[in-house]
């Protein structure tokens, strides 16, 4: 008689597409547990609960107790499709993203940016990177910089309208800050920007090893609470992240007016073999690289008399 294997049932995970931690915390667990019963978990959309519960399959399934898990890649979408890529082998990003996905209602037209140009600029990560990164560009460039948590774009905008020959790629998932830079994208007819709504450890997951020339990380959130410093995007895995997609050579530049979180990412920058800090005098912290464009968070700590502390890293 043929035998015929057990059907394994499929569970679909639909909720939110953004969500309190609370939540998100809740979704991980019942992503969790749909593995650890050896279901299949089909996500029925992007981000939020949804990709909560994908992280927390993947994690159940790769535990040693855990019994295995088919994704349908397929129905996922990318942003989901990036969170389970290492079930299909490739490199695991690390959840980074805690804040605001939504701030006031945008005018009709920056919304109607999200349908018109954002799909035109937007990376698809359900498709393999390309081995040579410039090729994401309709215009020829040499080299091909990134900006993590961009807010309302202005120094990348203002970086990207100065070197046409350059590519940048922005990430911010605050549909806002997106909005704010769509608008100066479309006015300006900028065809050297590429874009990535979401959080950056899914992009940078995707990126291959030495591709960029550059990261910029721009007045990132501090998380001040010591509960919270776990979520501060500097961490020794994201800085082992970074050194992986920069070239040799390659420049980290961080600004920040919280004095503990300058310190936190010098101390995870100095403990890094990938980084070597390119200050050569004392006050070089209190310096702007050359080029900054002042952002609305840099402007609002000068405003408020706190001073900015730059500091650059270079690839080694
Ligand atoms: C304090 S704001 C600074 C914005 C801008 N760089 C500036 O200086 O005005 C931090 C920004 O980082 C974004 N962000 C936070 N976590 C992120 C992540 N994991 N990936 C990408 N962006 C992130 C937030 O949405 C927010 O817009």
Redesign the pocket.
């Known amino acids: 008689m043929k035998s015929i294997a057990p059907r394994r049932i499929q569970i679909s995970v639909i909720g939110a597409g953004t969500c309190s931690e609370a939540v998100h915390n809740l979704a991980e667990a019942v992503g969790a547990e749909i593995a650890r019963r050896g279901a299949i978990l089909v996500c029925g959309g992007l981000g939020g609960v949804m990709e909560a519960a994908a992280c927390g399959a993947r994690r159940a399934a790769l535990a040693p107790a855990g019994r295995g898990l088919d994704i349908q890649r397929d129905r996922v979408g990318s942003r989901v499709g990036a969170a389970l890529s290492p079930m299909a082998g490739e490199r695991e990003p690390v959840r ?4 605001r996905r939504k701030g006031h209602r945008l005018s009709a037209r920056r919304a109607d940016l999200f349908t018109t140009l954002l799909p035109r600029l937007a990376i698809d990560l359900a498709l393999a990177a390309p081995p040579d990164l410039r090729t994401l560009f309709a215009q020829a460039v040499g080299a091909v910089r990134l900006e ?5 774009g ?2 990348m905008i203002a970086a990207a309208q100065a070197r046409r020959d350059t590519g940048f790629i922005g ?4 549909a806002n ?1 997106m909005a704010k830079a769509l608008a100066a994208i479309d006015n300006l007819g900028l065809d050297n920007v590429r874009l990535h709504f979401d ?3 899914g992009l940078m997951a995707w990126l291959p090893d030495a591709a960029l020339a550059g990261v910029d990380l ?4 501090p998380w001040p609470k010591r509960r919270h410093w776990k979520r501060r ?1 500097v961490q020794d895995a994201t800085v082992a992240e970074l050194g992986r997609v920069l070239e040799r050579g390659g420049e980290l530049r961080f600004a920040t007016d919280i004095a503990d979180y300058a310190s936190w990412t010098l101390q995870r920058l100095l403990r890094s073999d990938a980084f070597e800090w390119t200050a050569e005098a004392a006050d070089d912290w209190r310096k702007p690289w050359p080029g900054f464009t002042a ?4 402007a609002k700590a000068a405003r408020e008399m706190r001073q900015s502390c730059f500091l650059v890293f270079r690839r080694r």
């Open positions: 980074a993203f805690f804040g993590i948590g961009f807010g309302g202005e120094a990430v911010e998932p605050f800050g959080d950056a450890a721009i007045h990132p959130d995007f952002t609305r968070y840099n």
